[in-house]
Structure formats: C-alpha cells, structure tokens
C-alpha cells in the first residue's frame, strides 16, 4: 500500500530556473510534511518543512506549498543552483504504533545544470 | 558538534554470513531508528527505540533482523543468515524524545551500505 505519491523522478534544471517537485499522500493522519535532501554517500537531511495548519512556508530559495484537501504538498527551489543537484524526498510524519513514522516517497533526482 | 556515525561504511559479505552494524547518536538524543534504503528508493522504518527499549520494531522485516542498544547510545543492528536480497544501505537516526503531541526532528547518519554476494 503506497501511502506517498512523489513526482517527477528525476528533473533537469538549468541554472537558475525552478525546479518543482510534488508530493500526494493517501493517509489524512500525517502530524508534519518535511522535505528531505540526500547527496552521494549521506544520509537524508532535513530541508524544509510544513505543520499541516500551514499552507506555505518559505526559508531563503525554498518554498513549501500544502494543499490539504488535495492532500498534496510541494517543494519550490527557485534560482536552482548546480551545488541543489541531489535527491530529494517528502517524508511525511505520522505516530504510529508507538512512535513517530517518516513515510519516505521514492525519490526525485535534481539536476541543475551550470 | 559531532553529527551520527556509522560503522562499517561499507560492508561486503557472503549469503548466509552474520554481520553487525554499528550505530552511535548525537549525544543526549534518547530516541534511535533504523532504516533501510534499497537501491533508487526512500528509506523504510525498521525499528526505534526510546531508550534501551526497543518501543516499535513493527519495520524489521523477519526473525534474521534484531537490534539491541544496552546502553541507551550506541545501537547494533544485527543480520542473520544474510541474503542476497538484504543488500542496501542502513541507515540510523537519532532526535530528542518524541511523544505523540511532540515531534522531533530525526537527524541521519551517512549509512553502512551492505552487500550481500
């Protein structure tokens, strides 16, 4: 059961563009939608992210939009830069069974070309 | 300050062997979680524990999975009778105690990648 949508799955961007990334979710219990950037050989670090009373956030080039009836929630980066190159996730969060969960989309891999 | 570490980097073993890994949170974070991330796809819950105790290993995917962290620092995760198919990258996490009014945020390690032959 696939409970986060994220498109596209990969994205080609030239340099100072804006790169969009989106984000659907099946599950109405989410408590936080973050977005989560992993270079080559890291772990996943935190980005960005929304509580869902929120409906847009914005720290320096990044920009959260949630859509909460659509159940949907976006990552802007605008005047990409070829160092955003890397692969992105939304991991919204839920408490279940105990604990709080990171419901991991599959992935968008951004390339910004210089 | 020092961010999470993980041990080996990189692990190559053989189907059927045993192999650990090492996992050692920021200091101070009581919560620690394991995840799994295949080849392509986003990490996968395995187990967290708050504490000593592991509170949820509902992720852990059959018996050959266990973790421990005695200690309430350092965690191991430890794999039985590998397989093929268990190779991936493991990934630890570790924040501040969370509750269910009260989340946060889960600062990652760089991964052990492991290869099964």
């Known amino acids: 059961q696939q409970q986060v949508k994220q498109s596209p799955q990969s994205l080609i961007v030239q340099k100072g563009g804006i790169s969009i990334i989106n984000c659907a979710y099946e599950n109405t219990a989410f408590d936080y939608f973050p977005w989560y950037q992993q270079f080559p050989g890291k772990g996943p670090a935190l980005l960005i992210a929304i509580r869902p009373d929120v409906s847009e956030k914005k720290e320096g080039r990044f920009t959260i939009s949630f859509n909460k009836s659509a159940k949907q929630f976006s990552l802007h980066i605008m005047d990409s830069q070829p160092g955003d190159s890397a692969t992105y996730f939304c991991?919204?969060?839920?408490?279940?069974?105990?604990?709080?969960?990171?419901?991991f989309g599959s992935g968008t891999r951004l390339l910004v070309r210089p | 300050g020092a961010g999470v570490s993980q041990t080996p980097s990189n692990k190559v073993t053989e189907k059927g062997k045993y192999v650990e890994l090492r996992c050692d949170p920021i200091s101070g974070h009581t919560a620690l979680y394991w995840y799994r991330q295949s080849l392509g796809q986003g990490p996968e819950f395995l187990i967290y524990f708050q504490g000593t105790g592991a509170a949820d290993d509902s992720g852990l995917p059959n018996d050959r999975f266990f973790a421990v962290r005695p200690e309430g620092s350092v965690s191991t995760l430890k794999i039985q009778r590998t397989e093929r198919g268990d190779s991936a990258v493991y990934l630890c996490a570790s924040s501040l105690r969370s509750a269910s009014n009260s989340y946060n945020e889960q600062f990652f390690g760089p991964g052990t990648r492991l290869t099964v032959l």
């Open positions: 991991a919204p969060v839920k408490w279940m069974d105990s604990s709080y969960k990171l419901i």
